[in-house]
Nanobody, 123 residues
Framework: QVQLVESGGGLVQAGGSLRLSCVAS????????MGWFRQAPGKEREFVAA????????HYADSVKGRFTISRDNAKNMVYLQMNSLKPEDTAVYYC????????????????WGQGTQVTVSS
């Protein structure tokens, strides 16, 4: 069982930046595709970004492309989401997610989820 714990959320003004972090338990992190999702009040959870376990390729939702960057540090079992040029519509609870080892694909099929961290962007 993989446990994920997010951190780094907070309140920021529009145009500002935040970096979210997620630490994963276990020994299979380097073989797991990792993703970030978000859920705003009254809306469904949506895909934000993902990074493949095998080739390190990344994939982003159109709404964050060019502003957000996902990265990972396998030595530390960490995945990050650098968020720049934040907008009020980025306000949401952000979730870290992991797939089972050796599974690829970006937007669906995640098996493990963190508890979420709140990001609030004021106008």
């Amino acid at each position: 069982q993989v446990q994920l714990v997010e951190s780094g959320g907070g309140l920021v003004q529009a145009g500002g930046s935040l970096r979210l972090s997620c630490v994963a338990s276990g020994r299979t992190f380097s073989r797991q595709t990792m993703g970030w999702f978000r859920q705003a009040p009254g809306k469904e959870r949506e895909f934000v970004a993902a990074i493949d376990w095998n080739d390190g390729n990344t994939h982003y939702a159109d709404s964050v492309k060019g502003r957000f960057t996902i990265s990972r540090d396998n030595a530390k079992n960490m995945v990050y989401l650098q968020m720049n040029s934040l907008k009020p519509e980025d306000t949401a609870v952000y979730y870290c997610a992991a797939k089972k080892p050796f599974y690829s694909g970006y937007e669906k099929g995640y098996d493990y989820w963190g508890q979420g961290t709140q990001v609030t962007v004021s106008s």
